[in-house]
T-cell receptor, first 117, second 111 residues
Framework: AQSVSQHNHHVILSEAASLELGCNYS??????LFWYVQYPGQHLQLLLK??????LVKGIKGFEAEFIKSKFSFNLRKPSVQWSDTAEYFC???????????????FGQGTILTVHP | SQTIHQWPATLVQPVGSPLSLECTVE??????LYWYRQAAGRGLQLLFY??????ISSEVPQNLSASRPQDRQFILSSKKLLLSDSGFYLC??????????FGPGTRLTVL
């Protein structure tokens, strides 16, 4: 079965620092990849998605992610974080494993980002 | 635009009591719908999904069940709650690029 790994459970940064959150998945076929964010007290929101084409995708609030197929990775980046980026971030993958098209997503365990002002 | 509602927002129930959590979607027809449970440090676990009225697929064996009585309504139920059913339950629908859009969630505490 496919799996998603987020290697950092908790990342602590100061404002203006650069961010990179790792995400690796285990599946050799076609994938759709997503990053979600959950701000304190809010519901889960889609940050960005990779469906096809350009492996560098840009999302909301200055976030971007790069799909590197050879590394089975989809790392999230932001050049300069803000205090308001404090949140939990989830990577997710959708595959065609099993021949279904029900759109099931497999999520990583999440990374908590704390940004100090 | 599409919106997704869940209620109640929070719920405290005694062990052995029944459960009914409701999810409704507006602004789309015949959506794929999903129930997840979110546990701290463990991400989201898919519990059930539905591709249409009356069609339910279960991902993990558990004390819960799901039903889809209407096109845009998805219900999570239990006949007798266990302590281990406590958690944060999220409903989601599938968008055109296989992304999923989540509702605000229900925080369930079983005492």
């Amino acid at each position: 079965a496919q799996s998603v790994s987020q290697h950092n459970h908790h990342v602590i940064l100061s404002e203006a620092a650069s961010l990179e959150l790792g995400c690796n998945y285990s599946y050799g076929g076609t994938v759709n990849l997503f990053w979600y964010v959950q701000y304190p007290g809010q519901h889960l929101q889609l940050l960005l998605k990779y469906f096809s084409g350009d492996p560098l995708v840009k999302g909301i609030k200055g976030f971007e992610a790069e799909f590197i197929k050879s590394k089975f990775s989809f790392n999230l980046r932001k050049p300069s974080v803000q205090w308001s980026d404090t949140a939990e971030y989830f990577c997710a993958v959708r595959t065609n494993a099993g021949g279904t098209s029900y759109g099931k997503l497999t999520f990583g365990q999440g990374t908590i980002l704390t940004v100090h002002p | 635009s599409q919106t997704i509602h869940q209620w109640p927002a929070t719920l405290v129930q005694p062990v052995g009591s029944p459960l009914s959590l409701e999810c409704t979607v507006e602004g789309t027809s015949n959506p794929n719908l999903y129930w997840y449970r979110q546990a701290a440090g463990r991400g989201l676990q898919l519990l059930f999904y539905s591709v249409g009225i009356g069609q339910i697929s279960s991902e993990v064996p558990q004390n819960l069940s799901a039903s889809r009585p209407q096109d845009r309504q998805f219900i999570l139920s239990s006949k007798k709650l266990l302590l281990s059913d406590s958690g944060f339950y999220l409903c989601a629908w599938k968008g055109p690029y296989n992304e999923q859009f989540f509702g605000p969630g229900t925080r369930l505490t079983v005492l």
